[in-house]
């Protein structure tokens, strides 16, 4: 896997809430450095000060569909240039909890933000820099609002986006699916309702081949 554009590599992890992808996430960050690679995990929105205390407004606050995707992209802009392009620079990995797959999936499917708003916001803020590889963790509805409701068992308060209802996030889901078929070269669907070390066994060999 080569990109034109940067010596590192770009990896953005993607899905509804309750797919798993965090856990994930933090396994296949140390599957890289164990293979000797430089990783830098991040995450949005967030991964700079700034970008957290956006974090913090657009997971708590009500807001119109429009004011969240500007914000998205407010704390975009920051970790792109703080953050995510000096790490692709030097020649790290990045692999970043959610991109801008997240805005058409959430803002755009979810809210109905107009996707060529987003697009806009899109070119404007990260123009020429595209992931290398997006992996979205696939899970249906019922199995995701499971975990979740666990989750909120077992003490976690729910954030906004996560009290939303099934129909809010069937076509998150949707919205996920119909890019990474658009996209198959960048996208890569994998299906997290399956065990554990199976998911593992198919992570391994993505890291062995980054
Ligand atoms: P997380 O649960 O993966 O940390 O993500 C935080 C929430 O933010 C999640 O519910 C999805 C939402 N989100 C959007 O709605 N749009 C975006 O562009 C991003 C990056 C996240």
């Given at each position: 896997m080569t990109s034109t554009t940067h010596k590192g590599r770009f990896v953005t992890l993607e899905g509804i809430d309750g797919a798993g992808k965090s856990t994930h996430a933090a396994w296949l960050a140390q599957a890289l450095i164990d293979r000797g690679r430089t990783v830098v995990a991040t995450r949005e929105p967030g991964g700079t000060p700034l970008g957290e205390r956006l974090r913090d407004l657009l997971l708590a606050e009500p807001m119109t569909h429009d004011t969240e995707a500007l914000l998205m992209f407010a704390a975009r802009r920051e970790h792109v240039e703080h953050?995510?392009?000096?790490?692709?620079?030097?020649?790290?990995?990045?692999?970043?909890?959610?991109?801008?797959d997240a805005t058409y999936a959430y803002q755009?499917?979810?809210?109905?933000?107009?996707?060529?708003?987003?697009?806009?916001?899109?070119?404007?803020?990260?123009g020429d820099l595209v992931p290398d590889l997006t992996l979205v963790f696939d899970v249906p509805?019922?199995?995701?609002?499971?975990?979740?409701?666990?989750?909120?068992?077992?003490?976690?308060?729910?954030?906004?986006?996560?009290?939303?209802?099934?129909?809010?996030?069937?076509?998150?889901?949707?919205?996920?699916?119909?890019?990474?078929?658009?996209?198959?070269?960048?996208?890569?669907?994998?299906?997290?309702?399956?065990?554990?070390?199976?998911?593992?066994?198919?992570?391994?060999?993505?890291?062995?081949?980054?």
């Open positions: 953050v995510i392009r000096p790490a692709l620079a030097r020649g790290d990995v990045v692999l970043c909890d959610r991109f801008t755009g499917g979810g809210h109905g933000v107009d996707a060529k708003r987003i697009a806009a916001l899109e070119d404007w803020v990260h509805i019922a199995v995701s609002r499971e975990r979740l409701d666990r989750n909120a068992a077992a003490g976690h308060t729910l954030d906004k986006f996560e009290r939303e209802r099934a129909s809010f996030f069937e076509r998150v889901r949707a919205c996920y699916l119909a890019r990474a078929a658009a996209d198959p070269r960048r996208c890569r669907v994998i299906d997290s309702s399956r065990p554990l070390d199976v998911v593992r066994g198919e992570l391994a060999a993505i890291a062995a081949a980054l």
